[in-house]
């Protein structure tokens, strides 16, 4: 299941169920449900995942000074920048998040 603001680009989760349909040889769609959730939860659980993703990148970074081949820094390097990019976007939304009133779509 997704948690999704109401006003979300439902694009990419189509695009994962429809390679999930052609993967698995079933027939599953997208179902939304406005439901409301209260800010602070939504807001807690947002602080929750950045955490999470942060613990990931701290991780990451040990293992890098651990490694020596070229190649496998290359692609610990990518998953930090890729997870520099996802921090960021995820604290920008929760600055969002603390200000406004939301509903929530699932």
Do not use: H
């Not at 599953?28 to 602070?40: A, E, F, G, K, L």
């Not at 081949?69 to 995820?90: D, S």
């Amino acid at each position: 299941m997704w948690a999704l603001r109401s006003d979300a680009n439902l694009d990419e989760i189509n695009k994962v169920a429809e390679e999930i349909n052609r993967t698995f040889g079933v027939e599953r769609s997208v179902t939304i449900v406005d439901t409301y959730m209260p800010r602070d939860y939504v807001v807690n659980a947002l602080k929750e995942y950045i955490n999470e993703r942060k613990m990931r990148y701290k991780d990451v970074e040990d293992k890098l000074s651990k490694i020596e081949t070229a190649r496998e820094k290359r692609e610990l390097m990518r998953e930090l920048e890729e997870l520099e990019r996802e921090i960021n976007a995820l604290e920008q939304e929760l600055k969002k998040l603390e200000k406004t009133e939301i509903t929530i779509r699932l």
